[in-house]
């Protein structure tokens, strides 16, 4: 729970805002649909509220959502500490030099990656891009489709790097376990040089005690990463998530019976691959191609 509204993001306090809505609603006994009719809204506006989907939360929502809750005044006040928080200070990425380069599904994820406990990812043809070093993510973007200009390849290069600073923020490093398929690490992306000094920083990330990598090799036969990436985010007070990505669109699974099969999905892949010391090792052997 936050308690210091000065360091609080606003991604983390719409996310605890969220929880905190979903269990007044919860203990006064009331449904979603009993809720917005009193409310007199629509029952997604709700629904963006209780999962901290929105940019700024109205001060006036909340009071009335306290009202219908009965609420007490001390945790009226903390409610709308966190609301306050969303109209006063911004994200990263809702600043004018990275907005441009954030379509609206990505920054859905941004939030929620910015206030996830633990992130567990499997890729098949890239590095992550939480993992990946500035020269690998440039050479990326300078290939995607739609030819980019090197302004806008810059500006993606920069929100790649600032997303990672999860892995430092001061409430607590995300956790990361990463998957990456074999191929991963032997596809020469940004020429020899700049190959050698990807692998160097996914060897460095990895030594980081909250990050896990772990390389399904080409031996493994069909496994369960083989219909694509997919990326699961865990909450310390929310149900987990998956994010799904492709070059057409990007999506959010909420349905839980959809999140569990990916999380069998990663629980059968860390079986498969080898173990984070062998891993390393395949890591370091991989840069001598390059």
């Known amino acids: 729970m936050i308690t210091n509204e000065e360091?609080?993001?606003?991604?983390?306090?719409?996310?605890?805002?969220?929880?905190e809505l979903r269990l007044l609603r919860s203990a006064a006994g009331l449904t979603s649909t009993q809720v917005v009719r009193k409310l007199i809204c629509s029952p997604s506006k709700l629904t963006r509220l209780e999962t901290g989907e929105n940019a700024v939360v109205e001060t006036a929502d909340v009071m009335a959502l306290c009202e219908?809750?009965?609420?007490?005044?001390?945790?009226?006040?903390?409610?709308?500490?966190?609301?306050?928080?969303?109209?006063?200070?911004?994200?990263?990425?809702q600043s004018p030099e990275y907005r441009p380069a954030i379509n609206p599904t990505f920054?859905?994820?941004?939030?929620?990656?910015?206030?996830?406990?633990?992130?567990?990812?499997?890729?098949?043809?890239?590095?992550?891009?939480?993992?990946?070093?500035?020269?690998?993510?440039?050479?990326?973007?300078?290939?995607?489709?739609?030819?980019?200009?090197?302004?806008?390849?810059?500006?993606?290069v920069a929100v790649r790097m600032n997303r990672q600073e999860a892995m430092h923020?001061?409430?607590?490093?995300?956790?990361l376990a990463v998957i990456i398929n074999e191929s991963v690490i032997r596809r020469q992306v940004g020429g020899p040089a700049g190959m050698r000094a990807q692998i160097e920083h996914l060897i460095e990330r990895a030594s980081h005690p909250a990050v896990r990598v772990q390389i399904v090799p080409f031996r493994v036969g069909i496994h369960a990463g083989m219909n694509?990436?997919?990326?699961?985010?865990?909450?310390?007070?929310?149900?987990?998530?998956?994010?799904?990505?492709?070059?057409?669109?990007?999506?959010?699974?909420?349905?839980?019976?959809?999140?569990?099969?990916?999380?069998?999905?990663?629980?059968?892949?860390?079986?498969?691959?080898?173990?984070?010391?062998?891993?390393?090792?395949?890591?370091?052997?991989?840069?001598?191609?390059?």
Request: aromatic residues 10%.
């Open 7 to 19: 360091s609080a993001t606003p991604a983390l306090c719409r996310l605890q805002l969220g929880r």
């Open 68 to 93: 219908i809750y009965g609420a007490t005044p001390e945790k009226r006040e903390l409610l709308l500490g966190y609301a306050a928080v969303t109209k006063t200070k911004k994200d990263w990425w």
């Open 228 to 290: 694509g990436a997919f990326t699961l985010l865990k909450f310390e007070d929310a149900l987990p998530i998956v994010y799904l990505e492709n070059l057409g669109a990007a999506s959010v699974v909420r349905k839980r019976g959809d999140v569990a099969q990916y999380e069998e999905a990663f629980t059968d892949l860390q079986m498969v691959a080898m173990g984070p010391e062998e891993s390393l090792g395949m890591i370091k052997e991989a840069i001598k191609e390059f």
């Open 169 to 175: 923020r001061p409430e607590g490093s995300l956790r």
């Open 107 to 156: 920054k859905a994820y941004l939030g929620l990656e910015a206030t996830a406990q633990a992130l567990h990812t499997y890729h098949s043809e890239y590095v992550p891009g939480l993992l990946q070093s500035e020269g690998y993510a440039r050479a990326i973007y300078q290939r995607a489709p739609g030819a980019l200009t090197p302004d806008e390849v810059e500006r993606m």
